[in-house]
């Protein structure tokens, strides 16, 4: 079967252009882009050998450069898009090879932008680079690539729901497994089966599948944990489609609800509602966490507050789902804008959310959801379907 690249050409050059275009307006000769979700949005490259060194060499004009391990020639010639492959061996200088390339480039001096926020840029590349070109200047362009995929593109978007149904069929496993006496591992197990046999991909991080005691560890998963009566069973995964990523999570309850859980479950539910009603082209993305807080300060948990009711979610690679290193949220004091075709994981958390109230009588319970969302010149679409209701396993 021939290989068929996940977007068309015009596409690519359209994502290009704009970069280049942010460039010109800052006054860049060249970019170094290290963070694989931008690598993969620029160039194509959809593979797990971003543990390594890789870096994308855009200049104002001209094909970019992609300098990467040569071992993953094969590869290469099968992704890239409007790129060269520059390889080089496992014991060779990195940041000597890459000044190599940025000279045969014509961008050894002048202004550079690199990622300097990317998990993927070491030091030792940047301090090399500047030791060897001595009149390239490094100017910081975190999150200039992230900003320009923020909005997703007809073709993302059916990925994304792609992702969404893999992601519905993984909770759906998760809830049919659990039950009194079952062992963690064997809801894990059925999770990913469903994963792979609803044509789901390896996705950045997760599922997380913790119970009891662990519920508000947030970024733990399974151990070797029967479980038990009475316990609350935290769930939250991804699908993952040609990288991009729909999340959904759920609180499930074994054997049995705890007391007060019913009526957080309706709280968590209104306030999940409030934020997604507020969900519109225009809007602040304070002002959706405003919508959710109001709704849980009148259920009488004024006390009680969150970092954030979502962020957006899209392409991603290990070691996240949230497309790197920076976690753009929903958050009481975000400056985002919401436009059409931005998707966020909208979560309503509560959890914990009765402890330290002033009242002796404050409302028990914990209850927790989250679903993928799209934002539509309508508003707000659910992209994970799952119920929202309370459920005992």
């Known amino acids: 079967m021939a290989f068929e690249p996940f977007f068309a050409r015009e596409e690519y050059d359209k994502r290009l252009a704009r970069l280049r275009q942010a460039m010109q307006a800052r006054g860049l000769e060249a970019c170094l882009i290290s963070q694989p979700e931008?690598?993969?949005?620029?160039s194509g490259l959809d593979h797990f050998g971003y543990f390594a060194y890789h870096a994308l060499v855009v200049t104002r004009e001209g094909p970019m450069a992609l300098i990467a391990r040569s071992m993953e020639q094969v590869t290469m010639d099968l992704f890239l898009v409007n790129t060269v492959f520059y390889g080089f061996g496992d014991g060779d200088d990195r940041a000597a090879v890459s000044a190599s390339v940025l000279r045969e480039m014509g961008a050894g001096c002048g202004a550079m932008g690199v990622e300097k926020a990317s998990l993927c840029l070491s030091p030792m590349i940047t301090e090399g680079l500047a030791a060897a070109l001595p009149a390239l200047k490094q100017r910081d362009i975190s999150g200039l690539v992230d900003r320009l995929r923020q909005t997703r593109s007809p073709q993302e978007i059916a990925y994304l729901r792609r992702a969404a149904a893999v992601a519905d069929a993984m909770m759906q496993a998760a809830i049919d497994a659990a039950a009194p006496g079952v062992n963690e591992r064997e809801i894990a197990a059925e999770v990913q089966r469903a994963m792979v046999l609803a044509g789901g991909e390896l996705p950045g991080f997760g599922p997380f599948i913790r119970s009891g005691e662990r519920l508000g560890q947030e970024h733990r998963t399974w151990e070797d944990h029967v479980l038990q009566q009475g316990e609350p069973l935290f769930v939250e995964l991804a699908g993952c489609a040609r990288r991009y990523h729909a999340a959904v999570g759920r609180l499930l309850f074994v054997g049995h609800a705890l007391s007060g859980c019913a009526e957080m479950a309706d709280v968590c539910l209104q306030a999940f509602e409030a934020a997604a009603s507020a969900i519109m082209p225009g809007v602040g993305a304070r002002d959706v966490y405003a919508a959710w807080q109001a709704c849980v300060d009148s259920a009488g948990l004024a006390h009680y507050r969150r970092h954030h009711c979502g962020y957006l979610i899209g392409l991603g690679f290990p070691p996240s789902w949230v497309g790197g290193s920076m976690v753009v949220g929903l958050r009481h004091?975000?400056?985002?804008?919401?436009?059409?075709?931005?998707?966020?994981?909208?979560?309503?958390w509560l959890v914990g959310a009765g402890s330290g109230a002033a009242s002796g009588d404050a409302m028990q319970g914990d209850y927790f959801v989250s679903d993928t969302v799209l934002v539509t010149?309508?508003?707000?679409e659910r992209l994970t379907t799952v119920s929202q209701a309370l459920r005992v396993v």
């Open 333 to 348: 004091d975000s400056d985002l804008q919401l436009e059409a075709g931005m998707t966020f994981h909208l979560m309503s």
């Open 38 to 42: 931008n690598i993969f949005y620029l």
């Open 377 to 380: 010149e309508e508003g707000c």
